[in-house]
């Protein structure tokens, strides 16, 4: 069946994978009238995470009637694309008899994602809908340190022994039942199950049954250690342009595969950690989150605002009496701290990307910091000339234009020197600098902007 989920849209029509808001609509028409024929044809077209787009933007009430209309059609694969903060409710809704269903259907790695972020009844049920064999592969996976290798691979894997040739990999292949649904390399191992090499599927398939497989091995081949830290496994995988790779145990032993997607699935993650971090939203915000966990996690960055705010204040008190002599200095100094701030945004986010993809590293950080106020020393004297005119056309004063002209060299250039320094120290000191930057390089950008205007304005123009 054709598949009428999205609306038909140019490539780059920025809604091209958007949801149909007229099937949305029928969706919801067909669980008020609770046509359960309907609701399955409507929904049969969809892709797993567009149904779970579905449940994430829809009322709690909607959602709860839908899960329980659609009952045995629910696909496991919806509750891996669901978003964390409300696949809770969602398993809470479903029977537990399609929950069970559903969780069968999902690999190894899948079911460790569901269960991490449930309480411990729900963990239960989950665990008791499984078969024994999956059941410990799962609980041995939970084991793992949050966060690493052994959290994120799957144990279901396709290996051989070194010294078979193709055709008995082929069948192989052809006369086991329980492969994994998706794989690409089969891992070739030692007698004491060590991996020592992978083989395409493709190479595989296009070479003659007597050749061995050792002369298939890839020349690109990652072994990656159980308890590494997963955003070391994305980046090992980006870096190297990895499709899958083997996890050892301790005794580099094989125990588990990861493959591109959940790699790339980390990736993701982390960058959407960062960008949140920066914001000072916390890094798991998300649209379906509660108003109260909401304001919970963005107040202690509001208060650090505060304090920061209390310290640039705290600066301009000591200028008072230049202000009430110089009006315009109150009308001109937003400017500078507004413009230094804005251009350590710029250098933060440089430095906060390049620390965590690691092409910002000890070789190249004062070529970095040197580009960086070379940078702010340009724009700064470009935006110098430009509000030094401003100042004298606005105020018919050449030395306020001057002084504004100044303040904003000196501020762009700090900026720059900031944005990249601050990151670097708070990695240094084992502080995540998408975390803390923002609200330091705020405080430096601001302070040296109005303590650099109004000393100079009380030098030069009082």
């Known amino acids: 069946m054709l598949d009428e989920s999205h609306e038909t849209a140019p490539e780059d029509d920025d809604d091209a994978y958007a949801l149909n808001r007229k099937a949305v609509a029928q969706i919801l028409y067909a669980v008020d009238i609770g ?8 929904m049969d077209p969809l892709h797993a995470a567009d149904i779970a787009d579905l449940l994430e933007q829809i009322n709690a009430f909607d959602r709860m009637r839908l899960i329980r209309l659609y009952g045995q059609e629910f696909d496991g694969d919806i509750l891996s694309e669901l978003d964390e903060s409300i696949r809770e409710e969602v398993i809470g809704i479903l029977n537990p008899q399609v929950l069970a269903d559903a969780v069968r259907e999902l690999d190894s790695d899948d079911v460790v994602d569901l269960l991490e972020d449930l309480d411990e009844p729900q963990q239960e049920a989950i665990l008791e809908a499984l078969e024994d064999n ?16 052994g959290r994120l691979m799957q144990r279901e894997v396709v290996m051989a022994p070194e010294h078979w040739n193709v055709g008995e990999a082929i069948d192989y292949l052809r006369n086991t039942d329980d492969l994994p649904e998706q794989f690409y390399h089969i891992i070739m191992v030692d007698p004491k199950l060590r991996p020592v090499g992978n083989v395409t599927l493709g190479k595989l398939m296009g070479s003659r049954r007597e050749v061995l497989l050792r002369s298939l091995i890839e020349d690109t081949f990652h072994v990656i250690p159980v308890t590494r830290p997963e955003a070391d496994v994305a980046y090992a995988f980006n870096q190297y342009h990895l499709i899958s790779a083997p996890v050892v145990d301790e005794n580099e032993r094989l125990v588990g595969v990861i493959t591109i997607d959940d790699a790339m699935a980390v990736l993701d993650e982390e960058h959407e950690e960062d960008i949140l971090r920066l914001a000072g939203v916390g890094d798991e915000s998300s649209l379906s989150d ?18 920061t705010a209390v310290l640039a204040s705290l600066v301009i008190s000591q200028f008072e009496a230049a202000l009430t002599q110089v009006v315009a200095l109150a009308v001109l100094m937003p400017i500078v701290a507004s413009m230094g701030g804005n251009a350590g945004t710029q250098s933060l986010t440089v430095a906060v990307r390049a620390l965590a993809t690691k092409d910002l590293t000890t070789s190249n950080l004062w070529r970095v910091i040197r580009r960086e106020v070379i940078v702010g020393l340009i724009n700064g004297l470009v ?5 030094g005119i401003v100042g004298i056309l606005w105020f018919g004063s050449p030395a306020l234009g001057g002084v504004i002209a100044a303040a904003m060299v000196i501020n762009l250039v700090v900026a720059g020197l900031a944005g990249i320094v601050i990151p670097v120290m708070l990695e240094k000191a084992g502080v995540d600098p998408a975390l803390a930057s923002g609200a330091f390089v705020t405080t430096v950008t601001d302070v040296v902007g109005f303590f650099a205007f109004l000393g100079l304005a009380v030098v030069v123009l009082l």
């Open 35 to 42: 046509d359960r024929d309907q609701l399955i044809e409507l």
């Open 134 to 149: 999956d059941r410990a592969a799962v609980q041995k996976s939970l084991t793992y340190p949050e966060f690493s290798a």
């Open 290 to 307: 509660k108003v109260l966990d909401t304001t919970k996690r963005r107040f202690p960055w509001l208060a650090v605002n505060l304090v």
């Open 383 to 387: 935006f110098a000339v430009v509000m």
